[in-house]
């Protein structure tokens, strides 16, 4: 018949944290009796658990610490053995294992595989007469025990060191070696690893996909099952996540920002000990003050996709375009927001807007010239001649620009010829030291594309790999390799500047 079984536990160290209030406390959600040793006061112990001294089962003299890793974990293994051996119906749980539903035996043994080699010690319940229970303290009675699972050259090199005086503590053996090794062996020499349970019932979530426990949306419920008991929580590891990478705190769409909605704990009344303070992202007003203008967030308030909002290809031009803010610049503006006059006609009043009163507030001295396929600007501006063109030929473009620019910036129909035409039309009349650039690589229009035309970005990566302009109309593959020569930079630029996204942004540098 199945025994209510008390949990015990032992914590050694400072305060508990949320992670370990959210494993005690479903313990006793689940019905438990939880008994939490301590050596010493301990801070944030939630309600309902019976505090003991640890020394009533294993007097401390010094905490046996794994030396790589810090952990007291050696200390709890030979703990957790004394505590079985002395009381009776009583299921060890480390404070990282999770109750989902209460824990009970037939027989006093009750864990679990963690893998197909291993079972973890951080759920355990043995019988007091338990022959693997007697093994355990008879080899944790010797900090410098040689396991005997070990290849035979590995115990002998370990006796050699331990006859001459150097033996090797359990500290600076291989993590585990009290614990889950430790475990697994005796278990497998007495013969009751038969009674060990599957690893979905106490370690249903590997160590290898602990990170699901702290992503946002995970499923990671999806690893649970009926017979699912426990969910081992990986403590040190989840522990140093969550302070490095997740501000201190879980997401509350991951499994254990749920658990701990469900269980009433906030995470901030009882912090983890090295959590970092998460950084937000910067707003514009964060940087107002602190020196010239800046590109991104004008762009941003004039409402631009070149800003924040999007593209973010205003992080580039400013870096290359703030030495020429305050210059007299001739500038050649190919479409105001992607040529929506035509396109889209009710939108072209703001776009165009918001398009002009960027440049035009960045470049206080220049003047514009803006090609469009619209029928005219929506407000008139002394520093800005507006041509209307329909980017079909490169001799119409170049008709429409009389004169030697110092800047392009091509964001017009994105259509792969209509920016080759600029491109060919305006680049060979750029002035020396002059920028051309072309935003929207991989966003071209099916109204206006045509079949056979090689994309922009293929083209330029091309020329990148070969030193080649390969196009397949002869004609304009000449135009484009006469220009190679006054090419002294070309850089062709992925989505967000994040490598590995699709190519967004060219620019080019004139001799």
Not at 73 to 87: E, G, I, S, W
Not at 222 to 249: M, P, Q
Not at 327 to 349: A, F, N, T
Request: hydrophobic letters at 40%.
């Amino acid at each position: 018949m199945a025994l209510d079984y008390q949990i015990g536990a032992l914590w050694i160290g400072g305060a508990l944290s949320f992670m370990e209030q959210l494993c005690l406390k479903s313990f006793v959600d689940a019905g438990h009796h939880v008994r939490l040793y301590t050596y010493g006061e301990v801070k944030n112990i939630p309600d309902g658990i019976e505090v003991a001294d640890a020394n009533e089962v294993l007097t401390m003299d010094s905490i046996i610490r794994h030396t790589r890793t810090g952990s007291p974990a050696p200390q709890a293994d030979r703990f957790r053995y004394h505590m079985l051996a002395q009381t009776d119906n009583v299921i060890w749980a480390d404070t990282d294992a999770y109750c989902v539903r209460p824990f009970t035996t037939p027989n006093g043994h009750f864990y679990g595989w963690e893998s197909e080699h291993h079972v973890n010690n951080g759920v355990l319940g043995l019988p007091r007469d338990s022959e693997t229970l007697r093994e355990l303290l008879a080899f944790t009675s010797d900090e410098y025990a040689i396991p005997e699972w070990l290849p035979q050259a590995e115990q002998d090199r370990l006796q050699a060191l331990k006859d001459a005086g150097t033996p090797v503590g359990v500290g600076d053996q291989a993590w585990g070696a009290w614990g889950p090794r430790a475990l697994t062996h005796f278990l497998h020499k007495t013969g009751e690893i038969r009674f060990a349970l599957p690893r979905a019932a106490l370690y249903p979530i590997s160590f290898k996909n602990r990170r699901l426990l702290v992503r946002p949306n995970a499923h990671a419920d999806a690893y649970l099952t009926d017979d699912t008991l426990s969910i081992h929580f990986y403590g040190r590891r989840i522990r140093k996540r969550l302070e490095e990478a997740e501000g201190g705190e879980p997401h509350p769409d991951s499994l254990i920002g749920q658990l701990l909605q469900k269980h009433g704990i906030d995470p901030k009344g009882a912090p983890l000990p090295g959590a970092r303070v998460k950084p937000v992202p910067l707003t514009a007003e964060d940087r107002h003050g602190r020196g010239q203008l800046n590109l991104t967030d004008l762009a941003d308030r004039c409402g631009s996709d070149r800003g924040l909002l999007r593209h973010q290809y205003t992080e580039l031009y400013n870096m290359i375009f703030q030495p020429l803010r305050q210059r007299k610049l001739k500038i050649v503006l190919l479409g105001l927001d992607g040529g929506i006059g035509v396109e889209h006609p009710q939108d072209w009043d703001a776009a165009a807007r918001s398009t002009l009163e960027m440049w035009l507030e960045y470049f206080p001295k220049a003047g514009f010239t803006a090609l469009d396929r619209a029928g005219g600007l929506p407000e008139k501006t002394d520093r800005v001649a507006y041509r209307q063109c329909d980017f079909e030929s490169a001799d119409g473009i170049a008709q429409a620009v009389d004169f030697e620019p110092d800047i392009v910036i091509d964001d017009a129909t994105h259509a792969s010829h209509h920016q080759q035409n600029g491109f060919t039309a305006l680049f060979p009349r750029l002035a020396s030291g002059g920028l051309y650039a072309v935003e929207d690589l991989r966003t071209q229009p099916g109204s206006l594309e045509k079949q056979g035309v090689v994309k922009t970005a293929a083209l330029f990566q091309g020329y990148l790999e070969t030193g080649i302009f390969e196009h397949p109309d002869g004609g304009t593959a000449v135009e484009l390799n006469a220009i190679r020569a006054d090419i002294s930079g070309c850089f062709v630029f992925p989505a967000k500047f994040i490598k590995g996204r699709r190519d967004q942004l060219l620019v080019v540098h004139k001799r």
